[in-house]
C-alpha cells in the first residue's frame, strides 16, 4: 500500500514531529500615530502577549509557545493572533479575549467565533 | 454519515481558509554578545530575513508570508526559520540555504534535509 503513496504524502509522514502542539504568534508590529493602516503595538498588542504568555504558563498548557510577530498585514483587524498549525486568526483587544482563546481554542481545541477572523476580513486595497 | 464525525473534526472543517499558504517565521531575536545560547540575530538572521522576502516575492510563490518573529528558543541552532502549516524547522546561514529551502521546500513542496532540524535538536538544559 505504501508503495502507491504520492511522494508529498511520503515527505509529511518523514517529518519530525511537531516541536511546538501549539504555536502562537501575536502581531507586535508599531507603526507612527496617526498611519492609515494603524498596527498592532497601537492597538495595544504588547501587554497582551505578555499577558498571554503568563497564563498559558499558569495553565499549564504543554507544548505551547508564544512569540512576538511583526506585520502579519492584517493590521485593520488587530490586535492580531494566528495560531499554527491550524492557522486559525484572532483578533484579541483584552483579557478576557485573551483567556476566551487559551481556553476554548487551546485547552478545549475547540473556536472562539465571535473573535475569529474569516477570508471575509481583508484590508482595503488588498481583496 | 456527517453526524458521526467527532466535534473537532467538525471544527476543522468549518475554519475559514488559510490566509497565507505558506507562512514562514525567521527569528531575529538578538541577546548581547558573549551569551551563554547565542541568538538568531547574533548569528546574522536579520539580513537573511531580508534576503528571504525580496526572493520569495522574486520567485512568485503565491499567497507566502515571510514574517520576524521573537525568540523560538531553539537559539543554538540558528539563524531558525519555522515553515507552517507544516511546522517544519530549518538551521539557515547563507543565502544558498535560503534559495534551496524557498526552490525544494516552498515551491516543490519537498524537504531540505541537511538543513531541517528533527527532535534530536534539543537546546542544552531542554531535553
Known sequence: MADLEPAVSRETEADPPPW???HM?????????????????????EP??????????EM??????V???????RCE??????????G????AETREDIDEIL?????????VRRLMLTEKDVPPGKG
Not at 88 to 91: A, F, P
Request: net charge positive; hydrophobic share 35%; glycine share 12%.
Open 60 to 65: 499549564g498548557l504543554g507544548r505551547l509557545r
Open 103 to 111: 481556553t476554548v481554542h487551546v485547552r478545549d481545541k475547540g473556536r
Open 48 to 57: 497582551l502577549r505578555d499577558y498571554m504568555k503568563a497564563r498559558a504558563k
Open 88 to 91: 486559525v486568526w484572532y483578533r
Open 25 to 45: 504568534f501575536v502581531c507586535t508590529n508599531r507603526r507612527p500615530d496617526g498611519h492609515r493602516r494603524g498596527s498592532c503595538a497601537a492597538r495595544g498588542s
Open 77 to 86: 483587524f488587530g490586535p492580531v493572533i494566528v495560531i499554527y498549525p491550524e
Open 67 to 73: 512569540n512576538s510577530a511583526g506585520c502579519l498585514d
Open 20 to 22: 511546538f502542539d501549539v
